[in-house]
């Protein structure tokens, strides 16, 4: 006998959320899905009526129901948005390339405007170059802080009041368990966070609406709505630490769905005892973005590219930032360390 609806009790059911286990007939789904995306979004105050809002738009899964939600609720509830989808081209060719083509799909579809950055105008540099120079084993450290950046100055051109991101409730309870286990105290803190104000200049706000949606609820969303995404892994993709913490999070989601929430309430639960040393925002003295350091970890990382010294960039350097600000040559054994001999 069919399964009904646990929610209409009038049309078969055709899915178990994987979220509540609830079993739905596809409007009560969406209906379901789509409401707990407006609620996060009205219980956490996101946007405000008449705000320009950057959707970050990859054309993955992620940013794909991102945009066609934001897009419904949009209207829906009347949030009084402006929307545009902005991008990044990190110049991976057979990855981005082609991911972007889906992303100017959607950019007809949805009809909104479309701004793509690309990291060789930006930095002069695409990832396929940075890989050349320093192998396939810190790329993602380039890539993550180029983008980061990237982000802000296409929103700044786009001038955007604020950016949505994609990151979902995986993405947020993996980068929770990756701040335990590496015991970075100031990231854990922040990673919960559903938006992050403006924190100086060239920063813009952003905000994570999927924050609560569960991954595999997200790909069945995509899936019954017959969305047109790009579901290729990055070539470059090692990422290994992210990765146990994915597998282990799916072993836990596995045996009890609601850890991925736990986790996340777990994270956001957390604070941190008075007296502990936390990072001193300021900003960079070289282009002026946000950083604990005399130089921001872009800049530091360019430098690194451009001298051919990659590792610069990677573990703590600091005390070399004052050289590089002024221009000086470093000595032979400062440049040894930093040569990309064991990449
Ligand atoms: Fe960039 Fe790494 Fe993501 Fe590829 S997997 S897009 S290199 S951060
Ligand atoms: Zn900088």
């Known amino acids: 006998m069919p399964v009904l609806c646990s929610s209409c009790a009038e049309k078969r059911a055709v899915l ?11 409007d009560c789904f969406f209906w379901a899905f789509e409401e707990e995306v407006h609620q996060t979004i009205v219980a956490a105050k996101l946007f405000r009526h008449g705000e320009t809002v950057g959707i970050a738009a990859s054309g993955g899964k ?30 991976i060719t057979g990855y981005r390339d082609d991911s972007l ?75 929770v368990l990756m701040n335990v286990l590496r015991g970075d105290i100031a990231r854990l803190r922040r990673c919960t966070a559903i938006s992050t104000s403006s924190e100086g200049d060239g920063v813009v706000p952003r905000c994570k ?62 604070s941190v005892r008075d007296g502990v040393k936390m990072p001193v925002q300021g900003t960079c003295n070289r282009c002026g973005y946000i950083s604990s350091q005399a130089l921001c970890k872009s800049c530091v990382l360019l430098e690194g590219l451009n001298r051919g010294l990659p590792k610069l960039g990677i573990g703590k ?22 040569k990309p001999v064991d990449f």
């Open 62 to 91: 992620d940013s794909t129901v991102l945009a066609h939600v934001m897009k419904l609720l949009n209207e829906r509830y009347d949030y009084g948005l402006e929307l545009m989808l902005l991008s990044v081209d990190e110049g």
């Open 16 to 26: 178990k959320r994987p979220k509540t286990g609830h079993s739905l007939c596809k």
């Open 209 to 270: 609406p999927l924050k609560y949606a569960y991954e595999k609820e997200i790909v069945l969303y995509a899936y019954f709505k017959k969305l047109d995404y790009f579901s290729t892994e990055c070539i470059y993709s090692p990422n290994a630490y992210r990765g146990y913490a994915r597998t282990f999070l799916k072993d836990l989601e596995s045996v009890r769905p609601s850890s991925i929430i736990d986790v996340i309430h777990s994270g956001e639960n957390l």
């Open 317 to 338: 350097h600091h005390r070399l930032h004052g050289k590089i600000l002024s221009q000086q040559p470093l000595t032979e054994k400062e440049q040894r360390k930093l």
């Open 101 to 175: 083509e889906t992303v100017k799909r959607n950019q007809q579809q949805y009809e909104l405007p479309l701004k793509i950055v690309s990291y060789e105008e930006l930095y002069g540099w695409t990832m396929d170059a940075i890989v050349k120079q320093v192998g396939l084993k810190n790329n993602c450290t380039f890539c993550g802080v180029f983008r980061r950046q990237a982000l802000d100055r296409g929103a700044i051109m786009l001038k955007v009041d604020k950016i949505c991101t994609g990151h979902n409730a995986d993405d947020v309870a993996e980068t």
